[in-house]
T-cell receptor, first 113, second 111 residues
């Protein structure tokens, strides 16, 4: 079974731009979660989507948004990019139960100049 | 709020030596605990998980972890470290479907 895939793997943007990241979950998984990883803050939960609805949300500003499609693929959007948004963005998929194990993709490395 | 603490930011061990990475959590009920490993530039790979039952859990790559409720700990161990184990290790607790991670422990392996 194929793992979680994320595209693109690397992105370079400038301040003020917006960016969209994509995540395809493991086949059969209905939940997709997004995490931000930075050297200073570590791994932080952004949000989780299940059956096309945001089910859980972390403490990030409204510039960070996401959505999920009927095939469970998910996208994350960051508008008005700031230098501090430079990070590795990881998505994880699970079957959908709150205690189900999350399996991670390779991440998208975003650099904001 | 739940939290996870990994007291050691960086550990160096010799190849063939034993390894123990520490993890302490704060959580009111029975926690769902995980250890993940991350190689440079890669995502997180699940090593093992604890939900309930036997407090000693076995994972992949020869790793094991022991859940100790009295000490609020979930330490990761390996009897003999290989050079390929050099990576960053993260302990995490599941809080209602979202993972709360520790700051990570970077493991270096010297020949």
């Amino acid at each position: 079974k194929a793992g979680v895939t994320q595209t693109p793997r690397y992105l370079i943007k400038t301040r003020g731009q917006q960016v969209t990241l994509s995540c395809s979950p493991i086949s059969g998984h209905r939940s997709v979660s997004w995490y931000q990883q930075t050297p200073g803050q570590g791994l932080q939960f952004l949000f989780e989507y299940f059956s096309e609805t945001q089910r859980n949300k972390g403490n990030f500003p409204g510039r960070f948004s996401g959505r999920q499609f009927s095939n469970s693929r998910s996208e994350m959007n960051v508008s008005t990019l700031e230098l501090g948004d430079s990070a590795l963005y990881l998505c994880a998929s699970s079957l959908g139960g709150f205690t189900d194990t999350q399996y991670f993709g390779p991440g998208t490395r975003l650099t904001v100049l | 709020a739940q939290s996870v603490t990994q007291p050691d930011i960086h550990i160096t061990v010799s190849e063939g030596a034993s390894l123990e990475l520490r993890c302490n959590y704060s959580y009111g009920a029975t926690p769902y605990l995980f250890w993940y490993v991350q190689s440079p530039g890669q995502g997180l790979q699940l090593l093992l998980k604890y939900f309930s039952g036997d407090t000693l859990v076995q994972g992949i790559k020869g790793f094991e972890a022991e859940f100790k409720r009295s000490q609020s700990s979930f330490n990761l161990r390996k009897p003999s470290v290989h050079w390929s184990d050099a990576a960053e290790y993260f302990c995490a607790v599941n809080q209602g479907g979202k993972l709360i991670f520790g700051q990570g422990t970077e493991l270096s392996v010297k020949p």
